[in-house]
């Protein structure tokens, strides 16, 4: 199993979360993060003094899978996030050796595939 | 000559005296309008109370809870308008239902009911903030009909109705007792009817349950310290002469002081008490000054309006405590400032204003005792019949969503974007 | 002797005849001086709308054009306050321009006008709700001068200036249709040339696109709620005789039970409706029964203006839905409230207030067309000339920033903090 | 016959006459009371500004600060009103210490003092917003009184007392110098002796600290405009005749004009500086316009009372930056707003106004000066002493825990849970 | 070490704090996440338009532990964030190669026991 | 390469931001959280009552860097959140097995070089 995060846009959040579902990924954890790199400040001003807010609004997205849907998953985030310019984010891939769910005490890959209430 | 000269003399002392008897008339005109302006005026001034106790409340309560209060502050003024006119103006003042034809001497009966209307809807809502995050949304409807409807029409009229109090020479010139000390027992009856909000208690401790946003209490209280000199201002009822003026030129000065004291002993004594200069029992302290100085705003002048609305501010700060000592959960304090420092500002119009000071005693408790039972008893009722509390669940997740579908506040936040992974919840 | 008496009675008469005499120019003097000084209060109090307002809009649209709605409803005040002073008065009233020497029969000139003043500010204020977070600044600035300007004025005039409607009987009597009809029937027209915000309606579905704080909006209502008291109170345009006074007293009870009747109808009826008491509806509700009974809030009395105002109540309701599934994107329902109900209004006085029925349903049509003409034609003239929407980027980072350059709304977020990794950005 | 008519005459002479001088006494009551009523209510109109102080500084601050900046709000109000009842009044008008038997021409002292009362606090709480987010709430208590108490009453009689600078024929209508510049002044010898904020400027870089809620600010700035027709029409002082009518009618629209006037040319010359229409600019327009026209709001007439207005409008578009550039750190702009455009409200009245341009400037300076000093050293003094600024760990924390040890906001925040890991702490 | 990551439900976060601190895990991170999986949408309102949030508001818990503690931590989590409805979370194990604790320049085991103030 | 994830006082924000900048790291990314450790609570009160508010905010910076980065990013952030007061934080080093850039495609250390734009 792999830990996938990905960091994207909050613009490309939707595209991303319906090419997850089409390539069957169901379960997914989100959070707000600020992302720093190679994307340009945007210029605020305020009583006249003119700032520059660096920092970029970014979603994280954290799913974790079982081996065969590690592919699906980083293709299906890549071309539903991508804008070509400067800022799309990183997608990181990393081990992850026990998942449990916490309603059941299931581990592993029956622990991964969400029961629809 | 001289028969045309005392005819001269008498045509002119005729139109001199038909000018003047128009004169007469557009006077009694003036006076009648300025009463009536003033009057309305005042009204709309006491009407700024409603937004204020909203917004006191609204920020002394959790966040998930605004549009509930909100709802609750707005319904009960709405209803008051409605039912204090169908009926409450009418048992409060022997007056025809629907102030039909009801006609008053220095003013429309329109105006006299308009001022008595917006005293019957502060009484109602002063309850509202002390029973929040918990009630039924319905059953404080109900509720309110019946405050603004019955309750305080019927108490009221022992004494602005000319009932027993009002021979006995009971004095309360703008309601510390008829609306304050009503509101705020009925708060408390309310209070022990519904018990308090979960987790607010656990064994002795008291946690502390903090307001979601003291700036929205801290507008509440500023409107409502300009209300209140609409309150005790209009509360003269007379306003076209000298006298009626200097009383005026008085209440709005005692009015004043004593909210100024009451903030500021309010302020020293949390200060002390606390170690900080606390902000919430500050602008209760405020209300509490005002609350003490309403009964006897025309009568406890200067230093003892001063003396008035201080021991009203320490009142307050003294009484919050032990409330929640008595697992008494009153979040935004209505029954220390309008229930007990109610009964103060009663007494204090014997102890300051002349006033005989065992029949001061008597009423304020001839109002309190009363208010706190109905608001009991019917809240009771309420509870073994349409239900009194929100389900457990409803009362964690906020009454906002619980009780009206939607959230207060809902900033802009990119994971709560609607598309949707789960097909089936769509 | 009898001379002398006869002079003595003589002078005496004199003198009291003068002293009668200065009596009465002191008695002119009363009249006019509290004729102004109530014309300016209510003026005052309608003046509370313009913050009414702003806080109505900003709480139901979202936090990123918080800023844009207040600088909007700011500067058609603003603007109103010369335009209507400038040329707007001197249309609607055949007066000179700059009210230049303009003077009334019973108060002031300059009091006349700056109670018409707000009035005209009211009309224009009303649109900037409906085409909230998507319309540039500018073009809403042109319009502000054109509607305050030469639009309401020259409509107004048609009844309040004596015109063509006046002349036919048609009777409005503080403005359902002249102020309210005509602010939201251009409004109409500017969502129809500017269009809904962006994702609000995809295919067949209307997707939800709440306010972002209920407590601005509560405190919003609660002011516009006051300031109607000047609104409807202050058309009486006279206060000094006891006439008057029994007029606004009733004007008073009117507005009021209208308003209380709408909250409650526009309550139960989402009640019933979306199964939930429903926050915005409730508050739009109270604005339609105060926008109801504003046309005939003095001669529907009583019980009939309970009824009008309830109808109205029970309008918005059923028309916000109903205007989503025709894609008009109205964020604060002010076609509904303003639009729809100042018809309602208008007629009503045919119906319970005993105007000519066919004249008040030709007036307000002859309000309504107009000015969704007027509104669609300015607005698509904008479209073409410098543009009358923000680019769909701006839309969705918010005017605000887009517009202003600045956030409405920052909490202290160390993750914010300017110190920059990236050296060119500084 | 002939005697018994002349008789009757007599009589009814007598009579009428009789009747004439109830009537005049009932006339005499009714200019009393009308005089007395306005007066009240104007000085109501005034009290508005304080909670329109409240809301523009909260919202120009941080998030942190909020309860700090109502606190120093209320008090000072709270402090106002005791302070310039005891000793104040008395300083300013020679009039007895706690108004005891102060009786005022033609209201009641008591009106007077409540009237005058509201302007103390409006100068005193234009210091607040400037020195925000670093003071110690003790000494801006200490200060509170002080200024309430001596500086504003001892500078305030110079003109409104009778003193040098009436006899010289200075005039100040409504108080631009007396209490704008007094507080603007003032505000500035308050920053000169605390400093900056932490982290405002670092070396020749201006940090922009921006507010944490606009909307907070929108609605103080309505507050604001609406309170000063209070401000400026209250101060006619006398309300019941023609003329004071007409002046007063006069006032209103002069005083919007140049409200309006000032927010147009602050909004222009920032989307020209800043190439964008700038909020905080726009609203400090507002006031700056409010402000310019204060001292000759009755002889500043129409368009030159859009010119005043729009003066400062600019001047304060103008000023910020500088101030900036000089390290003088006022975050809602209060030097600029009330003490400089105070200075060319002044002036403007001989500019404008057809008063002496020499004797205007130096009265104006005659305020300034005095106010920034006494402000100055009043402050050092405080520094020396109890200490003038809190450390600078309570600044970055906020004054609102450090200060009040509660927070302003809270929202409903599962993470924040007291159920705790580490017993200790509990 | 392991890193063991929980999403857990807001409403449960006493309970896991009592019971992590009576398991003896003193250090530990939060943070607010929003949750996507099996656990069906709630419907609000607004205006007359119904729609469904479909977003749970979900509680991250972040802990470092040695070996040792592995089993008593996920224990510990299972037992007190267990509701039994779908909804309840997952729990991750992931490896973690080295813990500095910034204070002290202490290293994995010793950087991970807390020292109260 | 690895994850680092650094658990730092908000207030050390700046300083660690100009550190890792010198220190040649220019993509991260930054969120917030609450940290219940050694730390002694914030005594808070309200209306009389006090209470203990024992979560402290702080701020964890991700960063994924290649492994000639990672002493050099340990170093920067130990040296500039250091205030030697319990509650500086943790630094957590995880694995991390690919790494893709989302505008590009680009994997691993192409991927972790940030473009300016
Ligand atoms: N080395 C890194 N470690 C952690 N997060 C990173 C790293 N590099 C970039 N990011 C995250 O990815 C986002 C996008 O990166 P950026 O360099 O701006 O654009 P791009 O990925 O298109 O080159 C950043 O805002 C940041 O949140
Ligand atoms: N594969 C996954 N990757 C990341 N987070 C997940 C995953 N599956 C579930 N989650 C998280 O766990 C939460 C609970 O999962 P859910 O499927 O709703 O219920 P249950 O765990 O009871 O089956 C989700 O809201 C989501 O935050
Ligand atoms: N074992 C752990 N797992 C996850 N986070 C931890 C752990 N220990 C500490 N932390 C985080 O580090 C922060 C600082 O830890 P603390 O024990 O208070 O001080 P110090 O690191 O100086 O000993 C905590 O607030 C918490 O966020």
Redesign the pocket.
């Known amino acids: 199993m792999k830990l996938i995060t990905a ?1 994207i846009r909050p613009k490309q959040l939707p595209k991303v979360k319906e090419a997850l579902f089409t390539a069957g990924v169901r379960g997914i954890t989100l959070s707000k ?7 340009g400040g945007m210029v605020e001003q305020y009583r006249g003094t003119q700032y520059v807010v660096e ?2 609004e ?1 979603v994280r997205i954290s799913i974790a899978v079982s081996e065969e849907f590690v592919e699906p998953t980083i293709d299906a985030i890549v071309q539903s996030a991508r804008t070509g ?6 997608i ?1 891939v990393q081990p992850l050796e026990r998942v449990i769910r916490i309603r059941t005490g299931e581990e592993d890959t029956e622990a991964l595939t969400p029961v629809a209430s | 000559m001289k028969f045309k000269r005392i005819v001269g003399v008498f045509l002119f002392v005729l139109f001199s005296t038909a000018l003047a008897q128009t004169d007469a008339e557009k006077l009694a005109g003036l006076e009648y309008s300025l009463n009536t302006i003033s009057l309305l005026f005042f009204a709309v001034l006491v009407v700024f109370m409603q937004p204020g106790f909203a917004l006191l409340e609204a920020g002394l309560h959790s966040g998930k809870n605004v549009i509930n209060i909100f709802m609750k502050n707005i319904l009960d003024f709405a209803i008051a308008g409605i039912a204090f006119w169908a009926i409450g103006f009418s048992i409060m003042y022997a007056a025809p239902l629907f102030i039909n034809g009801y006609s008053a001497a220095s003013f429309p009966g329109t105006a006299d009911f308009f001022f008595q209307m917006v005293f019957a809807a502060t009484a109602a809502t002063i309850v509202s903030g002390a029973i929040g995050g918990r009630m039924k949304f319905s059953a404080y409807l109900i509720f309110s009909v019946i405050i603004t409807g019955f309750i305080y029409p019927y108490l009221g009229s022992w004494k602005w109705g000319g009932g027993w109090l009002e021979q006995m020479g009971f004095q309360d010139f703008a309601g510390s007792a008829i609306v304050h000390a009503v509101g705020g027992f009925a708060a408390l009856g309310a209070v022990l009817a519904i018990g308090p909000r979960i987790g607010r208690y656990s064994g002795k401790k008291v946690n502390a349950m903090p307001g979601h946003n003291m700036a929205l209490a801290g507008i509440g209280v500023f409107l409502l310290w300009i209300g209140w000199f609409g309150f005790n201002g209009g509360s003269q009822l007379a306003f076209a002469s000298k006298d009626d003026a200097l009383a005026i030129g008085n209440i709005f000065v005692n009015t004043n002081l004593a909210a100024s004291a009451g903030a500021i002993t309010a302020l020293l004594a949390s200060w002390v008490l606390f170690k900080k200069p606390d902000f919430s029992m500050t602008i209760n302290g405020i209300l509490a000054g005002l609350v003490a100085i309403t009964a006897g705003c025309d009568v406890i002048i200067g230093p003892w309006a001063i003396l008035t609305g201080a021991i009203g501010g320490i009142i307050v700060v003294f009484s919050v405590p032990l409330l929640d000592r008595l697992k008494i959960d009153d979040p935004v304090g209505a029954i220390p400032v309008h229930g007990i420092v109610g009964l103060w500002g009663t007494i204090a119009v014997g102890v300051f204003g002349g006033a005989n000071l065992g029949v001061q005693i008597l009423g304020a408790f001839a109002y309190a005792i009363p208010a706190l039972l109905s608001g009991y008893i019917v809240f009771s009722i309420l509870k073994m019949t349409i239900g009194l509390r929100v389900s457990p669940e409803e009362e964690l997740l906020g009454l906002d969503l619980a009780e009206h579908g939607t959230e207060g506040y809902l900033m802009d936040d990119p994971l709560r974007d609607p598309i949707i992974l789960n097909p089936k919840a769509v």
Chains 1, 5, 6 share one sequence.
Do not use: P
Not at chain 1, 85 to 90: E, F, M, P, S
């Open positions: 960091i993060v600020s992302g720093h790199g190679g994307q920092f970029h970014k310019k400067v800022g799309d984010g990183k990181f």
